[in-house]
């Protein structure tokens, strides 16, 4: 069984205006920075590095953003929201770890069995064949259109999907969910056939933090001046820079403000901007999508799953629910499962209660592994859709947005006094945390520069 990258993969120094002044806590700092996550936080470290005074406000009551290591379970760290580093060659975030000294354990993607209900494997056959040649065969005739078509249209309209019998379909579509449904945490219907996967890739290992991803944002915000609790509700221009209140009426200025909210925030018109932002910015907001990939970690108090490698696939009576497990026991050293939801799935799950949520991924467990399979002794459930400082898990690229869109939502407004920073953001390395790192030394040079 391909992981999803590989089957990916087999498919198509500037002047400082603050250089004089050494890095300084004061009542009006250079600049104020919305969001702790990956690109405020590597935003405020590079800005203070080049002498500039930084404020960071967030509004949750910890750092990180959609990083998120929930400590419930005592000496059990468990990754509610980004897991991964994607591909460890070159990429910044292992730069970062190794100068924090946060250990990493490489995800063993292969063997990936996938099961049917009553436990039985599924044949793919030459199913990861066909997928990838409809696939590529779609993205040939989309091209030659006038306009962006979804994935599942481009591919839906082949004859050659028009021959296949209904088996056959599933198993297709069980293989797109599987590698492309859950890596860009959207459906196929609502994924741009021209520039779903749009993205640039590291090559080398995905590796996950046995002590939690939180590390890294806890390395980055050493000497940083943030206020947690901040709920920014308005940007407005003052004099010759910039005021931001938040819920509480606190008010903050500074010469620049960097906005490095989820897309989701955006989308819902948390903040109120005093001024218009240019239009291409709000096209761009509004026409890029915001994924939805939830995790439900259950704990048991044995094993009962595969122990050969760290993931199963599950086809079930419903596709794309509770299609993909992640074992992490021989990362935490506990009996852990995690499965994931994403797009339509992920919305619907969301909408229960955890009972509710547990009795569903335990029917699937059950389905695979026999009545016997004991009950969970604790589980903890991400809903990213419902957080009101997310509204959503990462961006995806959606029917008639690409690269373009992506550049147009960067850089700056209001004459530079406005910054946008973020995953969305960034065109070569969307929807990562890499990405989002990388967007927010790309800001600090803007406002520096």
């Not at 992920?346 to 029917?363: C, F, H, K, W, Y």
């Not at 969305?424 to 030394?441: K, M, R």
Request: charged share 20%; hydrophobic share 45%.
């Amino acid at each position: 069984m391909l992981s999803r990258r590989d089957l990916l993969a087999g498919m198509a120094s500037a002047a400082c205006p603050f250089a004089l002044a050494p890095a300084r806590a004061q009542a009006q700092p250079d600049v104020i920075i919305i969001g702790a996550g990956m690109a405020g936080l590597s935003a405020a470290r590079a800005l203070n590095e080049r002498g500039a005074a930084t404020l960071v406000l967030e509004a949750r009551d910890r750092i990180g953003g959609r990083i998120w290591t929930s400590n419930q379970w005592a000496h059990v760290p468990v990754d509610l929201g980004a897991s991964w580093i994607h591909g460890t060659d070159g990429n910044p975030l292992t730069h970062l770890a190794d100068e924090a000294g946060i250990a990493r354990k490489q995800t063993r993607w292969d063997p990936n069995p996938v099961f049917k209900p009553g436990g039985g494997r599924v044949v793919l056959d030459d199913a990861e064949k066909l997928a990838r040649t409809l696939i590529e065969k779609a993205r040939v005739r989309a091209e030659g259109r006038d306009d962006d078509i979804s994935l599942s249209g481009a591919v839906e309209a082949l004859p050659d999907w028009a021959s296949l019998d209904e088996n056959k379909r599933r198993l297709v579509r069980h293989i797109i969910h599987d590698n492309i449904e859950l890596e860009y945490a959207a459906g196929w219907q609502d994924l741009s056939a021209w520039s779903f996967d749009d993205s640039d890739e590291y090559d080398g290992a995905e590796v996950v933090f046995p002590d939690g991803y939180g590390a890294l944002p806890a390395h980055l915000a050493k000497g940083l001046s943030i206020q947690t609790g901040q709920v920014v509700v308005r940007i407005e221009k003052a004099g010759k820079g910039v005021r931001v209140t938040t819920g509480t009426g606190s008010a903050y200025q500074a010469r620049h403000v960097l906005v490095t909210v989820p897309l989701g925030v955006l989308k819902a018109k948390r903040i109120e901007f005093s001024h218009p932002l240019s239009k291409d910015r709000t096209t761009a907001i509004s026409a890029l999508g915001m994924g939805l990939l939830n995790k439900c970690c259950l704990r048991f108090e044995r094993m009962f799953w595969p122990e050969t490698g760290d993931v199963f696939s599950y086809l079930g009576d419903r596709d794309g629910y509770w299609s993909q497990w992640l074992s992490l026991s021989r990362i935490s050293g506990e009996p852990l499962l995690m499965g994931f939801n994403a797009g339509a799935a992920a919305r619907e799950v969301e909408a229960l209660d955890d009972a509710g949520t547990i009795a569903q991924a335990m029917a699937a467990l059950k389905s695979i592994f026999g009545p016997a399979v004991p009950d969970p002794v604790a589980a903890q459930i991400s809903r990213w859709g419902k957080d009101p400082f997310a509204l959503g898990s990462y961006s995806f690229a959606a029917v008639g947005t690409g690269r373009e869109t992506r550049h147009s939502f960067a850089g700056t407004d209001w004459n530079g006094r406005l910054v946008f920073a973020g995953e969305a953001v960034h065109a070569d390395h969307p929807a990562t945390v890499h990405g989002a790192y990388l967007s927010g030394h790309e800001a600090a040079e803007q406002i520096a520069g």
